[in-house]
């Protein structure tokens, strides 16, 4: 009984599993890559197969030619005999030319995209500079080294002062104090940036204002807020403020102002990086021409694909030389370089069908969310409800699909940068029984947060009432989910002076 359980669990375990092919997979791979992903990619996939290679940018008249003599990949691969390939088969068949909604290849801007970046000195090196020109012994410059090597990301040293003096203790021999390490991080602090390694964001914000400059409106006040009455500012008591520290409102605002003025995250400047790191490229252009922009008098779309997303590829013509040379002294290759040259042929045009395809699925899904965001992309707001089986309904894919194509995608419009994720959003239903997106409630949620009385916040059941007054029907629980996806802290806390 026992054998035959493990049988029919083997058996349904087997029958749940989907093999993929080779190629499905690669496409799978594909779809997830961004544009500027996808490059790199097919310059790794060149890399290892020399029979691919970029082709130039064909003419409308050639690109239609070369369509209209194209047969299927797959037969011309069941066609080759053992030890011959038609090359002139897979020359029309393997070029893949970006369809017609590319933008034409500026050579230019090829060579300026492959100059590398320029070298910036990072904070850290900048740190080590600083520290150089520092009196120290050779038992602070172990200390100053272990103390920027603990640095996080927002500059602050959150390590155990002990624990530094046991590290360099235990791998130096040389016996270091607690005190010791505390007075090399002082000194650290008034580098710059000013505030750097200290211990919390109230160390970090004191420090600041005790060497700022004495003519800053608030600064004798700021300072004794930050150092002897730090919980009542964390929680926005102003009253107890006032009465703690025999002050006025107008005071109070003058010192608050100041704090403001410092820098919270010090280590948090960039590096040389950050702007590469946050660059964008639109994988997607959207544009909305109107009728008076138009020949026929109606207004279209004008939808496009990234020049990198579509690129041209095809199999290298020396190797198709090569092949014919072998042809003409009716030569046949030995067995290791024909399985070579198959490998290579097959490899390379199940990438190119595997791009080809990635090309096409991307194009349907965003034709297919334009449809179904007509208005945003006319008009730039009016968003409407829509998820991922929307859009998989329409164009017949699984979602898991539609999944791949919109993360890490973005779409250039008249209105921004947008990622693709942007558009999709649950609904809610208004007293008028009109289905509207979510993201249009929470923008109506954060103007009411702008547009609030800072000196009394609103509650969220506050703010749940008010929504219901516009006709959204939105419980107090929602209202604090979408606050908290808009980043608004609650009420005590958005409490300011005016």
Wanted: negative net charge.
């Amino acid at each position: 009984m026992l054998k035959n359980r493990q049988n029919i669990g083997q058996s349904l375990q087997q029958g749940m599993q989907q093999k993929l092919s080779p190629q499905q997979l690669q496409y799978i791979k594909l779809l997830q890559l961004n544009t500027i992903a996808l490059e790199q990619r097919i310059k790794e996939e060149m890399e290892m197969n020399p029979i691919l290679e970029e082709g130039d940018q064909d003419s409308e008249a050639d690109v239609i030619e070369r369509e209209e003599s194209t047969n299927d990949s797959e037969d011309a691969l069941e066609s080759l005999d053992e030890h011959e390939v038609d090359w002139d088969d897979y020359d029309s068949n393997t070029d893949y030319d970006g369809e017609t909604y590319t933008a034409p290849r500026n050579p230019d801007m090829d060579e300026w995209r492959d100059l590398p970046n320029k070298y910036e000195v990072t904070l850290l090196e900048e740190l080590e500079q600083q520290v150089s020109l520092l009196d120290l012994n050779e038992e602070e410059e172990l200390i100053a080294d272990q103390i920027l090597g603990s640095l996080d990301e927002d500059g602050y040293f959150r390590r155990e002062l002990i624990a530094v003096a046991d590290n360099i203790t235990f791998n130096h021999g040389v016996f270091i104090e607690e005190d010791d390490v505390e007075a090399v991080r002082k000194k650290i602090q008034l580098l710059d940036p000013i505030g750097i390694a200290s211990r919390d964001l109230q160390d970090c914000l004191l420090v600041q204002l005790k060497h700022s400059d004495e003519d800053l409106p608030g600064r004798s006040l700021a300072i004794r807020i930050v150092r002897d009455a730090w919980t009542a500012f964390e929680k926005k008591h102003f009253k107890k403020l006032i009465q703690r520290l025999n002050t006025d409102e107008e005071a109070l605002k003058e010192a608050f102002e100041a704090i403001r003025h410092m820098d919270p995250r010090p280590g948090a400047v960039s590096d040389g990086m950050e702007e590469t790191q946050n660059y964008i490229e639109p994988d997607f252009e959207v544009y909305w021409r109107g009728a008076n922009q138009t020949e026929n008098g109606k207004g279209e779309f004008v939808i496009s694909l990234n020049q990198r997303n579509a690129p041209q590829l095809r199999i290298s013509p020396e190797y198709t030389q090569m092949w014919d040379e072998i042809k003409r002294r009716k030569e046949k290759p030995d067995a290791q370089t024909q399985q070579f040259m198959r490998t290579k042929i097959d490899s390379a045009n199940w990438f190119i069908e595997s791009i080809k395809q990635r090309q096409n699925t991307l194009m349907n899904v965003m034709k297919t969310i334009v449809a179904l965001q007509e208005d945003f992309f006319k008009f730039g707001d009016g968003l409407k409800p829509m998820i991922l089986k929307d859009v998989a309904e329409r164009i017949g894919m699984d979602i898991s699909t539609i999944s791949r194509v919109v993360n890490g995608k973005y779409v250039q419009t008249n209105f921004g940068v947008y990622e693709l994720k942007y558009f999709f959003n649950e609904g809610l239903t208004t007293e008028s029984g009109e289905e509207v997106s979510n993201r249009e409630v929470k923008n109506i949620l954060q103007t009411i947060i702008d547009n609030e009385d800072k000196r009394n916040p609103l509650s969220d059941q506050a703010l749940a009432d008010m929504l219901n007054e516009k006709g959204y029907n939105i419980a107090r629980r929602t209202v604090s989910k979408y606050r908290e996806q808009l980043n608004e802290p609650v009420a005590r806390l958005r409490k300011q002076i005016i």
